[in-house]
């Protein structure tokens, strides 16, 4: 075993997982870490890996041979190679030498393996008084009813098809926010359903796609879903409607949580945070 658990629980102020992401905080554990290691020596997808239902390979992968583990910080680097390539510092702990010495962990890195940028990713704590960055909410689909909202929202599939069609400059126009690659993904039926709302026949905002899949302990999630409205559309409670559309469809389907991540002080972090979500902590990430 790599990962002393007495030295690293204490670390995890925040369920953030390199290359896996927030997890539920009851699926942390030392195995999570080590499966994380030993994936970076096959390549392969663990099962539990929300990635997997794009195909493919893995993009990003730990550098083991590079991870520091001491009584008070760990640091666990990974490399990515999309695009012009990334290496990523996942910071435990909180003394300021530890983040010193992941900025020059990180800068080395992306020297070594000749890419072009090197962050520090830092989980902070719920507790923190000024966030930055992104925040993790827990979605619990299984203390109360999530009813459908009155709106007109459907799956696409469901639409008329003048209406259908109006999906693909939709999504061209929120690229984005990750809506052109999943029109690229309904197009070629890869995933689950998109749910969508149209004002005048014209489809104007969409969550998806809709997925359920079982965590590292055998809980069903509700996967991560694009979410975007037309800036002309905003401001009416339409991408209220949409989440709530989507929390109905995960509860009925069998979900017993979601997790979601929102740029701090953002339109859909206000949305999670009147709508009630836990608030799990927060990944403040460092250009070096």
């Given amino acids: 075993m790599f990962f002393r658990w007495d030295w ?26 080590e499966d994380i290691l030993r994936a970076a020596d096959t390549g392969d997808f663990l099962p539990y ?36 390539g990334t290496v990523k510092v996942f910071a435990y702990g909180s003394s300021d030498s530890a983040m010193g010495e992941a900025a020059e962990l990180a800068a080395k890195l992306a020297s070594t393996h000749a890419v072009a940028s090197a962050r520090i990713v830092r989980p902070l704590g719920p507790e923190i008084t000024h966030p930055r960055g992104t925040r993790i909410h827990l979605k ?80 069903r999630q509700l996967m991560p879903q694009y979410f975007a409205v037309l800036p002309e559309a905003r401001g009416h409670g339409l991408g209220r409607v949409l989440w709530q559309a989507a929390m109905h469809w995960g509860q009925t389907h069998g979900a017993a949580y979601q997790l979601l991540q929102t740029e701090v002080g953002g339109p859909s972090d206000r949305l999670c945070r009147s709508e009630g979500l836990t608030s799990l902590g927060f990944s403040h990430m460092t250009h070096i």
């Fill in 8 to 33: 690293l629980r204490p670390q995890l102020t925040a369920p953030i997982v390199p290359t896996l992401g927030p997890i539920h905080p009851d699926a942390l554990s030392v195995g999570i870490f």
């Fill in 49 to 84: 890996d929300k990635d997997q239902r794009w195909g493919g390979e893995k993009d990003e992968k730990a550098l083991r041979e590079n991870v520091v583990h001491q009584p008070d910080h760990t640091l666990i680097p990974t490399l990515n190679r999309r695009g012009r």
């Fill in 140 to 219: 619990d689909l299984t203390t109360s009813p999530c009813p459908a909202p009155d709106g007109p929202v459907h799956p696409i599939a469901a639409w008329p098809t003048a209406v259908q069609k109006t999906f693909a400059p939709f999504a061209e126009t929120m690229a984005a926010d990750g809506l052109a690659f999943l029109h690229t993904q309904v197009q070629a039926g890869r995933c689950g359903p998109v749910l969508a709302t149209a004002v005048e026949d014209r489809i104007v905002g969409a969550i998806g796609p809709m997925e359920v899949r079982m965590d590292a302990i055998g809980r």
